[in-house]
């Protein structure tokens, strides 16, 4: 097994409370799926869309370049291969709205 | 979904509530957008680290916090009642304070001060509904708007309205207050439209038909737990609920179909509502008023009490209608008195106290009062008279649940 970062970029997010909690569940449902079969090591965090960026002495706000790159948060998975990993992000519910799934391996030492 | 989707309602009404007494209620967008937002927030961590074991205390901590920062941050204190406002602004006493705002105690006793405030009689009977519904209930103008059957933008403006009206007290309705008995009144009769708009309403749609029962019921629940407003007409109110939610179930098949009376299942109404139901009656049998509660009260009891049709007590119904339009004529009560006279003396006592029913004109265009002269025709023998009235009971249908049980009717007699 090799670990993998899915990065949660962009998705709009939900316009009322009823779709909210429409979405989230989803998610749970997601997740939860990911977890019985032993692909998630870490649940990960939910990102803040604001924050700074620093480049050497510049430290400025964000926004950052493009608001649909955003990293809206993270989550670390266990899957057999970047493949195996690729494949079970196709099932995020962020494709639904607008958002991307990045995935990328942890560099083995 | 259920859970969460009442989690926000209950705790939505609740955060508005709590940060509406600490802005002021002339804030009310302010408290309302906090809700909202700490909301939102919850869902996108949740989203990623699951449901808390108790999300409900979760969101109260985050509105708390989110308070505080407000608080600090945006200086709002400065705006506030000048007493609050210093106790806010130092840091000596702020996290305090909220919390005090914030405890369970003051939260449920703040509840109940918002529904006296947005049943204030000076504005229409329609608007408090719509105003509790929004800032009590945690309803959305679209969920308002389809319960109700009418535009968004209509419903809209209301709320608005109704808020301007609001923020004018500044502070929440103050239950030591005079006007404490007139409100009640008012409040009685917005729980009452709320949970009859639920029970009998236009709305097709039955999920929110039943979350309008539930919190006609749940604010009912509140009434009673407050011994200044727990009156026998409060406990009759909440008796007339109770009993009549317990027929909910077999009233809407799980298809969503209409089942009326007659033809329910008795077996699967809710023993336990039933029993709450009735004692809650027993115990509104105090003090000299009798109001229009007791007696739908009354008569739900005697239905609810009885085995089936042929054992209902309808001479006690007739009675109980009686008085009942004696104290809140109108005519949708005599239409349903004079069904009890035709089920008591037979179907041609029945029209004629149809025919003779005061305002009757008002009915035109009240489809169960075409159907009711339908069906007592039908029983008189006079099938083609019946005919027409379950076709024209057809064409003033005001949703396809109806539409399809009156169609049924009128399919029936040949």
């Known amino acids: ?109 | 979904m259920d859970v969460e989707e009442r989690l926000f309602r209950q705790e939505s009404g609740r955060i508005v509530t709590a940060l509406s007494r600490m802005f002021g209620l002339d804030n009310i967008a302010l408290a309302e957008d906090v809700a909202q937002d700490v909301f939102c927030r919850a869902l996108e961590v949740w989203k990623l680290r699951g449901v808390p074991e108790n999300p409900s205390a979760w969101l109260m901590r985050s509105a708390k916090n989110r308070a505080i920062d407000l608080l600090r941050r945006e200086r709002i204190a400065r705006k506030l009642e000048p007493e609050l406002g210093r106790l806010l602004e130092s840091e000596w006493t702020l996290v305090p304070t909220v919390n005090e705002f914030f405890s369970a105690e003051s939260i449920k006793d703040d509840e109940l001060r918002m529904i006296f405030s947005c049943c204030d009689p000076q504005i229409n009977e329609e608007t408090q509904v719509a105003l509790t519904l929004s800032i009590v209930c945690g309803f959305t103008t679209s969920e308002i708007a389809s319960a109700f059957l009418r535009k968004r933008s209509t419903i809209e403006k209301r709320i608005e309205r109704g808020k301007k009206s609001l923020a004018k007290s500044k502070r929440l309705f103050d239950m030591a207050d005079g006007e404490l008995t007139t409100r009640l009144s008012a409040v009685h009769r917005a729980i009452y439209l709320l949970f009859n708009e639920g029970y009998h309403g236009a709305s097709a749609e039955t999920s929110v038909r039943s979350e309008l029962c539930r919190e006609a019921m749940r604010l009912g629940g509140l009434l009673l737990e407050n011994r200044l407003v727990s009156s026998p007409v409060t406990y009759a109110l909440c008796a007339l609920m109770w009993l009549h939610a317990a027929r909910l179930p077999t009233r809407l098949d799980r298809k969503g179909e209409l089942t009326p009376l007659r033809d329910q299942d008795r077996s699967s109404w809710d023993a336990s509502l039933i029993a709450a139901g009735n004692d809650l009656l027993d115990r509104a049998a105090f003090g000299p008023d009798l109001s229009e509660y007791h007696l739908e009260a009354a008569i739900a009891s005697v239905h609810s009490n009885a085995a089936n049709e042929d054992e209902t007590d309808w001479a006690r119904l007739v009675w109980l209608y009686d008085m009942l339009v004696t104290i809140r004529p109108s005519p949708v009560v005599e239409l349903n008195r004079a069904i009890a006279v035709a089920q008591l003396k037979g179907p041609e006592r029945g029209l004629e106290a149809i025919r003779s029913i005061e305002r009757g004109e008002e009915l035109a265009l009240y489809p169960f009062y075409s159907a009711a002269l339908g069906e007592l025709e039908f029983r008189a023998g006079h099938a083609g008279s019946a005919r027409k009235h379950f076709e024209a009971a057809v064409a003033l249908a005001r949703n396809r649940v109806e539409r399809r049980y009156l169609e049924g009717r009128r399919d029936a007699v040949r």
Do not use: N
Not at chain 1, 37 to 52: F, I, N, R, T
Not at chain 1, 63 to 81: H, M
């Open chain 1, 1 to 109: 097994m090799s670990e993998f970062v899915y990065l949660y970029r962009g998705g709009r997010r939900a316009e009322t409370p009823a779709e909210g909690e429409v979405v989230m569940q989803r998610w749970v449902g997601w997740l939860q799926d990911l977890a019985s079969k032993g692909h998630v090591k870490d649940q990960g965090q939910p990102l803040e869309a604001e924050g700074k960026v620093v480049r050497g002495r510049t430290v400025t706000d964000g926004p950052y370049p493009e608001s649909k790159d955003i990293v809206g948060g993270y989550t670390l998975i266990e899957a057999k291969d970047l493949a195996q990993a690729a494949e079970l992000a196709g099932g995020c519910p962020i494709h639904d709205f607008g958002g991307l799934v990045e995935v990328r391996p942890v560099m083995k030492m």
